[in-house]
């Protein structure tokens, strides 16, 4: 059996950060058993689905480098082969047609909730004889569910579960108008895509035992399920916007890398020993749906910050370089030139120890890109006394003829300079850092001026100096 999986989002809005790990597990899933992961857009609900968040679910999945196999399967493209499969059923004596109007259905319901029963339809079409149709009225198709007995699901993450048959209605397929429901859908869908394990959240646990029963009347084999427990905050209430229930792309433009974000998500949930960063490839190694925990994960922005972190120190400098450089556009509020690029990229070795964001990254990385003269932030300001201003420019002539340009040698030169001055080192690298940088935090000082390169460094130098 070759494994198929599927994440089938409704475009309804943004792909959630619940929605992104549902993704991943199914891709993994898939390519550790070396199947399919298929994407399907579940976007029969014309009044809510748009192509906007058709287009932020695709660029989501992109970003995150979740790619699916084949092309992808827009579920309202299929509705003619939905309706066919109900009428099949219809034929078959698996279904019949309702002729109950909302008028009936709804006094059906307020009867059930005054006497405290529970609100499902009552079946009154299930045996009558359309004959018996009152004029005018459109029908549903309703599945013919067993009445008796239970439905049982096997979960690869829940176990066994299951319910009494009593306590199931017999759900609509079709509407009146013609148009399928989002349950019967998805049924079809997944038999005639061939999935052999359906990975969601197990805010869908309660819909897998219908759909069990509409697989048996089609006469399919119910897939595999495994249905996750959702994200929670670190409050362990139900995620929001206050957690971090944002959209992927909120996550990208607060400087998040793909390669963190997957390695975050695989950990909401799923383990493998002790281990917490786990590279692409491992995850692919080890996932399986055994590593899934039934309690609820927490999300953590500190965490996700920290593991960041690590991936920036691993990701490569002109890779850094490129994905800030908007960021440091933005931040200046003017365009960088390539001479600005390349500082950015050369100084990247000692910027990207510092920073848990591409967003912290950019903002410590500004400082190489700025034209002179650079106006100095207010603490660098109050280092640039005028003695110290003096001072850089007794200094400039000694750097001025150096042979080298590097650390070392510019290193051993303030060293020279501070012991001829008979002052500290910290009194020479300080009005440095304020006048190179702008700043009174940066990489280390030599390091600055070695990236800035000579002539850079003696002009911003000059600038400052009197």
Known sequence: MTVTVRFAPSPTGFLHIGGARTALFNWLFARHHGGKYLLRIEDTDRQRS????IDAILDGLKWLELDHDGDVVFQFARIARHAEVAERLLAEGRAYRCYATPQELEAMRAEQKAKGLPMRYDGRWRDRDPKDAPPGVKPVIRLKAPQAGETVVNDRVQGEVKVANAQLDD??????????????????????????????????LTNAF??????????????????????????????????????????????????AMRNYLLRLGWGHGDDEIISTEQ???????????????????????????????????ARLAALIAPKVVAKLGRAVDAHAIARIQRGMAGLKQRARTLVELADNAAFY????????DEKAARLLTPEARAMLGRLAPEFAALAGWDEETIEAAVRSFAEAEKIGLGKVAQPL???????????????????????ESLGRIADQAS
Request: proline letters at 6%.
């Open 50 to 53: 748009t192509k906007d968040a």
């Open 171 to 204: 759900m609509v397929l079709l509407r009146g108008d013609g148009t399928p429901t989002y349950m019967h859908s998805v049924v079809v869908d997944d038999i005639d895509m061939g999935i052999t394990h359906v990975i969601r959240g197990d805010d869908h």
């Open 210 to 259: 219908r759909q069990v029963q509409l697989y048996r009347a089609i006469g399919a084999t119910p897939p595999e399920f495994a249905h996750i427990p959702l994200i929670h905050g670190p409050d362990g209430a139900k995620l929001s916007k206050r957690h971090g229930a944002l959209g992927v792309d909120a996550y990208r433009d607060m400087g998040y890398l793909p390669e």
């Open 283 to 317: 995850a692919i190694q080890w996932f399986d749906l055994d590593g899934v925990g039934r309690a609820p994960s927490r999300f953590d922005f500190g965490k996700l910050d920290n593991l960041n972190g690590h991936y920036l120190r691993e990701a490569q400098d």
């Open 369 to 376: 890109a700025r034209s002179r003269p650079i106006a100095p």
């Open 433 to 455: 850092r304020a006048a190179l940088a702008g700043a009174t935090t940066s990489p280390g000082i030599f390091e600055v001026m070695a990236v800035l390169g000579r002539e």
